[in-house]
C-alpha cells in the first residue's frame, strides 16, 4: 500500500527528469498524507505537464464528492474492472512523482508500529502509477483527484509489507501516460512489482506518525535493518 511519501526535489529539477514543458510551484515535503494536494505529470494536448491534484480518488459519476470515502490506493489486480477505478484506468493515468515512500511494521516488544522509509539508492525520483479523474464539488467547481496504484512487494518490501506502490520505469512513461484507451494487456505488464536493484529500505523516527510533522529529519535513518 502507499499511504505517506516524501517530495523533496524542486520544481525546475522534477520538470528536467520528466522533459515536462510545465510545472506548478511547489515546496519539498516530507510528510504527504491523503486528501492533500500532490504533484502529478500527464500527458497532454501541450506536451507533458505537471499539476497539483487532491490525493484521494472520486469517481467522475459520484453524486456527492463529500460522501466518498478517502481512496488513496487503487490494486493493480482489479483495477481494470472495479467501476470505481475502471473508466479511469482505461483513459486517464498519472505519475506520481516522489522522493520515497513510508511503510509501517508490526515489531515484536514494541506497542507502536515502526515506521520504515523506502527509495532509491541513487536518490533519482520514483515515478509511482496512478490514475485520476474530474468531478464538479457541490459548488460547481472542477476538482482534480488522483490514486496511486499498489501490487506485490518486491524483495526489499516483503519484510515490511506484503504490498508497494507501483513504481514505473523510464522507459514505461509513455505507454503509460499516453492519454485515452490503450492495450490493458499491455498496461497490466507495467505495473508488476519493481526491481529491486536500486532500492533500499531503513528505521525511522516515530515522529512520521504524526501528519502535522514536517521536515528532512524525518528522512533520518535510526536503524538500517535492509
Known sequence: MCGRFALNYNPVTLADWYQATSMPDF???????????????RDTDEGRVGSLMRWGFIPAWAKDPAAVPMLNNARCETVA??????QAFQRRRCIVPASGFYE???LPGQKTKQPFYLSHQDCTPMSLAGIWETV???????????AILTTGANAVM?????????????????????????????????????SPE???AYGVSTAVNRVANEGPELLEPIDTLF
Open 27 to 41: 515546496v519539498a515535503r516530507y510528510n504527504i498524507a491523503p486528501s492533500t494536494r500532490i504533484v502529478v505529470i
Open 81 to 86: 474492472v472495479k467501476p470505481t477505478f475502471r
Open 198 to 200: 536500486n532500492m533500499q
Open 104 to 106: 509501517w511494521q508490526a
Open 158 to 194: 516483503q519484510p515490511i509489507h506484503d504490498r508497494m506502490p507501483v513504481m514505473l520505469a523510464r522507459d514505461s512513461w509513455d505507454a503509460w501516460l499516453i492519454p485515452g484507451p490503450v492495450n490493458i494487456g499491455q498496461l497490466h505488464a507495467l505495473m508488476a512489482p519493481p
Open 136 to 146: 464538479l464539488t457541490a459548488d460547481g467547481e472542477r476538482l482534480d483527484t488522483c
